[in-house]
């Protein structure tokens, strides 16, 4: 069989936005004030999309209102909220190991939504970047917490849906103005949970002005671009496989800035998930190119 270049090209720079989110923990903790996580979510957010809807100037039209705020909700507002939820109840390799549920979650809704195969080998290689991610982050002191977990079982079926919808709508625009819709709307979505619930933000230094700005045009708008465009491209399974990536990343800054021992069974469980990952796009790799999903962006009125 022939390797498909142009698909192992779309999977490589799809696979830059987990890689990137897995920095999200050492910038949060590094340059950004604690106990705020609503208000850094919507910063993270809001100013993200709006500064793409500036530059594609093109708003929602008829139903894609509606799926613009769903998405956003889903892949942001919600999922980002039970993230938050997750990780102060439970240790964070606890919180990372129920999030890793999430490929096997979208194996059966690409069943549901898309009518796709569960693949037995998809299925293999959900479970075995799972246990690849306990392996890398769980301790022998982890303790359980059922509201902690239920919170991360809940933002992993939210990301889960978000990213299957994703590709059943097919939005009729670009990648980059259905990643300003979504954005915008998580964002718009956050602002009175950050507003009621949180005390207000005191006034930023300069390294939190840095952090929330890497965090929202890297972390959020260039990431979510490839994103999108890899759901577009790819099979939602094989792109919720490469959410792998981000624990390894993760574990490799806090090795290499933070000083951090790699444990024997942090490096089995390094190989574990590079085989998940490998074993997932393997399985879904076609046999010829694919066309990408979305269709040529049609005219409609500026922001």
Not at 255 to 266: D, I, K, M, R, V
Request: glycine residues 10%.
């Amino acid at each position: 069989m022939k390797t498909n270049s142009r698909y192992l090209t779309d999977v490589l720079t799809t696979a830059i936005a987990p890689a990137i989110w897995g920095s999200t923990y050492f910038v949060t903790t590094s340059f950004l004030p604690q106990g705020y996580p609503l208000t850094v979510a919507l910063l993270r957010a809001l100013p993200a999309g709006l500064l793409l809807l500036l530059i594609v100037r093109k708003l929602p039209t008829g139903v894609w209102w509606g799926r613009a705020f769903l998405l956003g909700a889903l892949n942001f507002s919600f999922f980002w909220a039970m993230l938050f939820v997750s990780a102060y109840r439970l240790p964070g390799g606890v919180a990372a190991t129920v999030g890793a549920v999430q490929p096997l979650i979208v194996v059966a809704l690409s069943r549901l939504f898309l009518g796709k195969p569960v693949r037995p080998l998809a299925v293999l290689a959900g479970l075995a970047g799972m246990v690849g991610v306990g392996l890398l982050v769980l301790t022998p002191k982890a303790s359980l917490d059922l509201v902690g977990v239920a919170a991360g079982l809940a933002g992993a079926v939210s990301m889960a849906f978000g990213t299957v919808l994703s590709r059943r709508w097919a939005p009729p625009v670009s990648n980059l103005t259905f990643t300003a819709w979504q954005l915008t709307a998580g964002g718009i979505l956050l602002v009175p949970f950050a507003l009621f619930l949180e005390p207000a933000l005191p006034a930023p230094s300069i390294a939190n002005i840095v952090g929330i700005a890497y965090l929202g045009l890297i972390g959020a708008a260039f990431t979510y671009l490839l994103w999108f465009r890899g759901l577009s491209r790819i099979e939602p399974s094989a792109v919720s496989s490469l959410g792998f990536l981000s624990p390894v990343v993760a574990t490799l800054l806090g090795w290499l800035a933070l000083g951090q021992s790699l444990t024997p069974l942090q490096i089995a469980g390094f190989a574990l998930v590079l085989a998940g990952v490998w074993l997932s796009q393997r399985t879904m790799m076609p046999l010829r190119p694919i066309r990408p999903a979305a269709s040529p962006e049609p005219a409609s009125r500026p922001v």
